[in-house]
C-alpha cells in the first residue's frame, strides 16, 4: 500500500465534492423532471467509494448495486457522460439506455451498477473467476448495501467464491438501513462482517475482514487496500464500511424510518467536512487550495449538466440495437 | 467423411470435446459435471480428459451458477453451465433473464455474454409436478437470449458447437427421454448448424405440423400413421425458439393451408399461441382451417404413469388434431 | 351506416343520466362491450359500455348532461362517415323510401316515452316485448346470409368468379375448403356476387348449362323484354336469397260471396263494384294489423317495420309479364273507395299507363289466380317484403260441416309465402287463420 502522497489527498477530495455537487444537482434535476425513473443518492457515503477505489490497481475490477453514481465518478468515468446517461441521452455512459441505475465504463473496469438487490454478485463472482482461469491477477471490488447480505445471492456468491477461492473483496457499505429497514430489523447478526464466518474457518474459504468507519476516506483506503492484497494473493474477504446516506433511499423517500435529529448529526461528522478538517490541520495554507477545489467541481458539474442537455436523444435505431451481437 | 449414427448424448459429448479442445476459454460449470461425470453422463471422462479448472463442479446453487457464469462471460472466458434440469432454471431466472439477456444491452453494447447455459427438460419419467414441464417457451419470451431445443443428435452437435462459438447467451434445452435417440452425425470439427434456423424434417402436402425437441418424435409417429389414410404431413422442426425462424411455415403452409403445433408446452401462452397468431397474420387468406394445438394437458404434472400419459401430447392426440384440420 | 349510442336504462326506475365523463374520444375504434362512458344516476356512478361497436363519429352529449334514457348520445359509425344533422337521428338500416316507415332496431326518440312510439292503430301491442322480439328477429335473421368458408377458399372462389353459395362444404361442420372450391366445375360456376349481407345486390341471370342456342324451322328465337328479365332477376334472387316457407289452408267463401252479391245489387255503377280480390286484401291488411311482423321489410342486417299497410297486388299483363299495383292503406280505406281505385290502377297497368307512385311501396303482396281456375299454388316473395300470399279459386266443394252433415260449400284456399328470416312457421300459420276468420265473418271486412 502506497503512502498517499499531498497530490493524492486533493485528489481525493475532489472526487469527495465532485460527488456532492454532482448530485445535489441531480436532486435538482429530478425535481424538474430532467431526470426521470430512480435516483438512488450516495450523499454521506462519498468516504467508502472513493477510498476503496484508491485502494484498487487500473487493472482491478469495480462492480456495484443501484446507488452508482459516486462509484463511478470515483473510478473516473467523464461526469459528463455520467451526467448525459442521468438525462437519457446518447453521449450517456450506456448511450442513455441504462440510466441513473446502470451506468457503466468496459474501458476503466468498472462493470457497471445493477438495479436488482444482490444481483450483480454472482457477477463479481464471474468476473473473478475469469481473473483466476487466465492467471491475470486481477481483483474484483464489489461494494453492496447492508440489504443484500440478506438475500439469497448474497450466500451463494460469497460461498462460491470461497470454495474456489475468487479474488474478490466484498465491501458491504453498511448505511444501516435497507430502504426503511434498519440492520437490525433485517438482519440476524448485525455485525454484518460476521456473515463471512459461514464462508471460511482457519484460513480456508473466506477471510472474515475489518468493520471500518466509512465516514473516513483514509481508513477506507488503508484497509481496503490491505484487503485488495489480500484477495490477490489467497481469495475472498468481505470488509463491513460502516457509513450513512444523508438523503432519503431515493427521491421521494418519506423518510418515516428515522429522525431528523439522527441525520444531522451524521451531515456533521460528515465525510467531507471531516477530510477538509484533516487536510487543513494537515498541510499550512491548504484553505485556499480547498476553495479552489470546490470551485471547480461546481464548474465541472456545471459543464456536465450543459453537455448533457446538448445531448441528442438516442434514436429509433438506439432502441433496437445490441440486443444481440450482430 | 461418412456421417455416423450417435446418440444425442454422444453428439452433445462430442460437441463439448471438441470445442473445449478448439478454445481455451471454453469450460465447464455445474452440479455434477466433474466427478460424477454428469447426471446424464454427458461429461464423464471431461474431469480426466480437462481437470479441474476446465470442468468445474459447482454447489446446488442455482443463482450463483447462472449469474457467476454471466459474469465470466462478460469478462472474456466461454463458461458452458450446467443447470441439472430446465425446472431448478427458475432460481436462475433472475440471473438469466435480467442479466444474461440485458446487460448486453443496458450498457449500449459495452459487453458481450459468450454463455451457453446447457439443460434438460421435458415430462414422462414419473418425476412428479416440480421436475417434468417443459417451461422453454417462458425463456423465449425475452429479448436478448436464444433458445435452442434440438430433436436429433445431428442437430443437437450443430446447434452446441454454433451455440459456444456465438457471443450471445444462448439457453440449450435438451430432452431428457431423448438421449439415446441416434441419427447420423458429422465427425468435422467445424460442424456447425446456424443460429435461428428451423428446418423441414419431412415432406408432405396436405397439413403441417410445426413442433419441436420431443414434438418431433411424436409428430414423426402421428405422420406415419396418417400416411397410411392417405394424409401427408410436412414436419417442420423449429430447432430454436429464438430466433424463431417462422419461414419455413410460412412456405409449407401456403401449399398445405393446415397448421398443428406440436410441443410439451402447457398450453396458454405457447409456441403454438404464437404460430397461430402470426399465421392468421401474414397467411390469412391461406387458412383453410383453424390452426390446432397439440400441447400437455393445463395441470401440473402428476406421479402416477397412467394419468401423466394423459396429460402430455402423443403420436395419438396429433392424428386427431390433424384430422380435424384435415377432415371432412 | 351510422349509429347510435343511447343512453342505457340501468335500473328498473332508471329515467335519465347524468354524464360524467367519457372515456373514449371522437376518432377512437371501439368494440360492442367497451367501457365509453362513466354516468351517474341517482344511485351509482357506473361505467356504460358500448351498444355497438365502430369508431366514434360524434358525441351528442357533453359532461354534465342530463340525459334521458334510450336517448343518443354518441354516434358510431366507418371511419369518416358522415354523421346525419344535430337531432335527427336517422333509421339504422338503409333508408326504405317512405317517410312513414320505422327502423325498429333505431333507438325510441328521445322526447317520445317508451311506448308512445307505437302506432295507437296497435292497440294493446306491448311495445317492449314487440322490440325485444323484433331484435331477436333481426339477429337471428344473419345467420343463412353467412357462408362458411375457409378464408382460402373465400379468395380461390373470387379469383375463379365461384359463387360460394352454389359450393357443397365437405370441411368440419360444414365449411367451404379449399378442395371443395378447386373441384368446384369451372363452367357452372357463374359469377359471384361479392357482397353477401343484403339481399339487393343486382345478380347476373345464372345460366344453367344448356348447350348451344337451337335453330332451324322448327324453333322460334325471341328476345326476352326488359320487363321480363327484370322479372326474372328479382324472382332469382328472391329464390337464391330468401328461405321461404309455405302455409296453405282452405277458406269457407260461401258467406263472402253472398255479401259481395248483396254489396253490388246496390251499386249501379259497374265501375264502383266490388270484386272478390278487393275483399281479399282488405282481408289480408286487416290481418295484417295484428301480424305487424309480416308487415316488415328485410334489410340485411335490419328489419323496418311498417305501419301503413300497403298491398300490392299482382297484375297479370296482356302481353305477359307482372306488375304490382298498390293499394295504400288497404286496412284503413273503405271498400268501396279501394274498390274504384284498385280497378283503375289495374286497368292502366294493363294499358302500360301506370303511375310510378302507384306501383311502388308495397308492403305485403297479394297474388290472386282465383280468375285462372287453378286449386291453389305457392308464390315467390317480392323482397324486401316478408310474405305474399297466394290464392286459389273459390270452388264447390263438398265438406263436412259443423253437425257433421255433408254439405256443399265454397271453398277457397290461400297460402302465404313468408321469408324465414323474419318470421316462422307458427306465425304464418296464425296470420292465415285470423285471414280466414275474416273472410269467413265478412262482416268485419266492413267494420
Known amino acids: ?23 445535489e444537482r441531480c436532486a435538482e434535476l429530478y425535481q424538474q423532471g430532467l431526470i426521470g425513473g430512480f435516483l438512488h443518492l450516495y450523499i454521506g457515503q462519498e468516504a467508502t467509494g472513493v477510498g476503496a477505489i484508491a485502494a484498487l490497481k487500473e487493472h482491478d475490477h469495480v462492480i456495484t448495486a443501484y446507488r452508482d453514481h459516486g462509484i463511478a465518478l470515483a473510478r473516473g468515468l467523464d461526469p459528463k457522460r455520467v451526467m448525459a446517461e442521468m438525462l437519457g441521452k446518447v453521449d450517456g455512459v450506456s448511450g442513455g439506455k441504462g440510466g441513473s ?50 438475500i439469497g445471492y448474497f450466500h451463494e456468491s460469497l460461498n462460491l467464491s470461497a470454495v474456489w477461492e475468487l479474488p474478490v473483496v466484498w465491501l458491504i457499505e453498511n448505511n444501516q438501513y435497507g430502504m426503511g429497514t434498519s440492520v437490525a430489523r433485517a438482519s440476524g447478526v448485525t455485525e454484518l462482517v460476521k456473515k463471512a464466518r459461514a464462508y ?65 448529526q451524521y451531515v456533521a461528522s460528515g465525510p467531507i467536512g471531516r477530510f477538509r478538517a484533516y487536510l487543513i490541520e494537515k498541510y499550512k495554507n491548504i484553505e485556499p487550495k480547498l476553495d479552489e477545489i470546490d470551485a471547480r467541481a461546481l464548474e465541472e458539474v456545471d459543464e456536465a449538466v450543459e453537455f448533457a442537455k446538448n445531448s441528442p436523444d438516442p434514436t429509433f435505431e438506439d432502441l433496437v440495437r445490441h440486443v444481440y451481437v450482430d | 467423411m461418412a456421417d455416423r449414427p450417435i446418440t444425442i448424448r454422444e453428439a452433445l459429448s462430442a460437441a463439448l470435446r471438441e470445442e473445449m479442445q478448439r478454445d481455451e476459454r471454453v469450460f465447464i460449470m455445474g452440479e455434477e459435471v466433474g466427478v460424477w461425470g454428469g447426471t446424464y453422463a454427458v461429461t464423464r471422462g471431461f474431469l480426466d480428459e480437462f481437470g479441474e479448472k ?30 441439472m434440469t430446465i425446472n431448478f432454471a427458475f432460481l436462475a431466472l433472475d440471473a438469466i433473464v435480467n442479466h444474461a439477456a440485458k446487460v448486453r444491452y443496458m450498457f449500449n453494447g459495452q459487453f458481450t455474454v459468450p454463455l451457453v447455459i446447457r439443460t434438460t427438460t421435458g415430462g414422462g419419467k414419473q418425476l412428479g409436478a416440480t421436475h417434468s414441464h417443459a417451461p422453454e417457451v417462458i425463456f423465449a419470451h425475452f429479448p436478448g437470449l436464444y433458445v435452442a431445443v434440438p430433436g436429433t443428435a445431428y442437430d443437437a452437435k450443430g446447434m452446441l458447437k454454433a451455440s459456444i462459438r456465438d457471443d450471445n447467451p ?3 434445452v435438451e430432452h431428457s427421454t431423448m438421449l439415446q435417440r441416434r441419427s447420423p452425425v458429422p465427425d468435422d470439427p467445424d460442424f456447425l448448424l446456424p443460429i435461428g434456423k428451423s428446418d423441414v424434417k419431412r415432406r408432405g402436402d396436405d397439413v403441417t405440423i410445426v413442433t419441436f425437441g420431443k414434438g418431433l418424435e411424436w409428430s414423426t409417429a402421428a405422420a406415419e400413421t396418417l400416411a397410411q389414410d392417405g394424409i401427408e404431413a410436412e414436419i417442420i422442426d423449429l430447432r430454436w425458439l429464438r430466433p424463431l425462424d417462422l419461414e419455413p411455415v410460412f412456405e409449407s403452409f401456403k401449399k398445405t393451408n393446415r397448421c398443428v403445433v406440436v410441443e410439451e408446452s402447457l398450453p396458454m401462452f405457447n409456441v403454438g399461441a404464437e404460430v397461430a397468431a402470426r399465421l392468421q397474420d401474414e397467411l390469412f387468406d391461406y387458412m383453410d382451417a383453424p390452426v390446432k394445438r397439440v400441447a400437455a394437458m393445463d395441470v401440473p404434472l402428476p406421479y402416477a404413469a397412467e394419468i401423466e400419459r394423459m396429460a402430455l401430447p402423443s403420436p395419438e392426440k396429433i392424428v386427431k388434431a390433424v384430422k380435424e384440420v384435415v377432415g371432412g | 351506416m351510422a349509429e347510435t349510442l343511447t343512453m342505457p336504462k340501468l335500473g328498473f326506475d332508471m329515467a335519465e343520466g347524468t354524464l360524467i365523463t367519457w372515456t373514449k374520444s371522437v376518432g377512437d375504434t371501439i368494440n360492442k362491450g367497451d367501457v365509453i362512458a362513466e354516468i351517474e344516476t341517482d344511485k351509482a356512478t357506473i ?25 343518443p348520445i354518441a354516434y358510431v359509425g366507418a371511419e369518416g362517415e358522415q354523421v346525419p344533422e344535430e337531432g335527427a337521428p336517422s333509421p339504422a338500416a338503409e333508408p326504405p323510401s317512405q317517410a312513414e316507415a320505422e327502423a325498429v332496431a333505431a333507438p325510441p326518440k328521445p322526447e317520445a316515452a317508451p311506448g308512445k312510439t307505437e302506432d295507437k292503430d296497435e292497440g294493446e301491442a306491448r311495445p317492449e316485448y314487440a322490440e325485444a322480439k323484433a331484435e331477436a328477429e333481426a339477429e337471428g335473421a344473419e345467420e343463412p346470409a353467412f357462408i362458411k368458408a375457409s378464408p382460402i377458399a373465400r379468395r380461390i372462389a373470387e379469383e375463379r368468379g365461384i359463387d360460394l353459395r352454389r359450393v357443397k362444404g365437405t370441411g368440419p361442420g360444414g365449411r367451404i375448403v379449399k378442395r371443395d372450391v378447386e373441384e368446384f366445375p369451372l363452367e357452372e360456376a357463374p359469377a359471384a356476387p361479392v357482397k353477401e349481407a343484403a339481399p339487393a345486390p343486382s345478380v347476373e341471370l345464372p345460366q344453367p348449362s344448356v348447350g348451344e342456342l337451337p335453330s332451324g324451322p322448327d324453333v322460334e328465337i325471341i328476345e326476352i323484354s326488359r320487363l321480363r328479365k327484370r322479372i326474372g332477376q328479382r324472382m332469382v334472387e ?23 252479391k248483396q254489396l253490388n245489387e246496390s251499386i249501379t255503377d259497374e265501375a264502383r263494384k266490388i270484386s272478390v280480390n278487393d275483399l281479399i286484401v282488405k282481408g289480408a291488411a286487416l290481418a295484417l294489423r295484428e301480424f305487424p311482423n309480416l308487415n316488415t321489410h328485410f334489410y340485411g342486417d335490419r328489419l323496418v317495420r311498417h305501419k301503413r299497410i300497403h298491398i300490392g297486388i299482382a297484375v297479370a299483363l ?18 268501396g273507395t279501394m274498390a274504384v281505385q284498385n280497378r283503375e290502377m289495374i286497368a292502366r297497368a294493363r294499358e302500360g299507363k301506370v303511375r310510378a307512385e302507384e306501383v311502388e311501396g308495397s308492403t305485403f303482396s297479394v297474388s290472386n289466380l282465383g280468375p285462372y281456375d287453378v286449386d291453389h299454388f305457392a308464390a315467390i316473395i317480392n323482397p324486401p317484403e316478408a310474405a305474399i300470399l297466394a290464392i286459389g279459386a273459390a270452388r264447390k266443394t263438398p265438406v263436412v260441416l259443423e253437425d257433421d252433415t255433408v254439405g256443399v260449400r265454397m271453398i277457397m284456399k290461400a297460402t302465404v309465402s313468408v321469408d324465414h328470416r323474419v318470421s316462422d312457421g307458427a306465425e304464418g300459420a296464425e296470420f292465415l287463420k285470423l285471414f280466414k276468420e275474416l273472410l269467413e265473418n265478412p262482416m268485419r271486412l266492413l267494420m
Not at chain 1, 454478485?121 to 464471474?126: D, E, F, Y
Open chain 3, 318 to 335: 296482356p302481353d305477359g309479364g307482372l306488375m304490382n299495383v298498390v293499394a295504400r292503406d288497404a286496412d284503413k280505406t273503405a271498400l
Open chain 1, 1 to 23: 500500500m502506497a503512502t498517499p502522497n499531498k497530490e493524492t489527498l486533493l485528489d481525493w477530495y475532489h472526487q469527495m465534492v465532485l460527488i456532492r455537487r454532482f448530485e
Open chain 1, 200 to 264: 471460511g474457518d482457519n484460513g480456508r474459504g473466506m477471510k472474515e475482514g475489518p468493520r471500518i468507519d466509512g465516514m473516513n476516506v483514509l481508513e477506507v483506503y488503508e484497509q481496503v487496500s490491505e484487503a485488495v492484497e489480500y484477495a490477490r494473493k489467497h481469495g475472498p474477504i468481505l470488509v463491513e464500511s460502516l457509513t450513512y446516506r444523508l438523503q432519503g433511499h431515493s427521491m421521494g423517500d418519506p423518510e418515516r424510518y428515522r429522525t431528523k435529529e439522527e441525520v444531522e
Open chain 1, 101 to 150: 441505475m446502470h451506468l457503466a465504463d468496459r474501458e476503466r473496469r468498472f462493470w457497471g451498477g445493477y438495479g436488482i438487490v444482490g444481483g450483480h454478485l454472482p457477477l463479481a463472482a464471474g468476473i473473478a473467476l475469469a481473473s483466476k482461469y487466465e492467471d491475470r491477477g486481477e481483483v474484483v471490488l464489489c461494494l453492496m448495501g447492508d440489504g443484500a447480505t440478506n
Open chain 2, 54 to 83: 476446465r470442468v468445474r463442479d459447482t454447489p446446488i446453487a442455482e443463482m450463483v451458477i447462472a449469474g457467476a457464469a454471466v459474469g465470466a462471460a462478460m469478462a472474456g472466458l466461454r463458461p458452458v453451465a450446467e443447470i
Open chain 3, 47 to 71: 361505467e356504460i359500455e358500448a351498444q355497438t361497436g365502430g369508431t366514434i363519429l360524434k358525441f351528442l352529449a357533453e359532461p354534465g348532461d342530463v340525459v334521458p334514457v334510450g336517448a
Open chain 3, 238 to 260: 328472391s329464390k337464391l336469397y330468401v328461405p321461404h316457407f309455405y302455409v296453405t289452408t282452405a277458406i269457407d267463401v260461401t258467406a263472402l260471396l253472398e255479401l259481395r
Open chain 2, 170 to 172: 444462448v439457453l440449450f
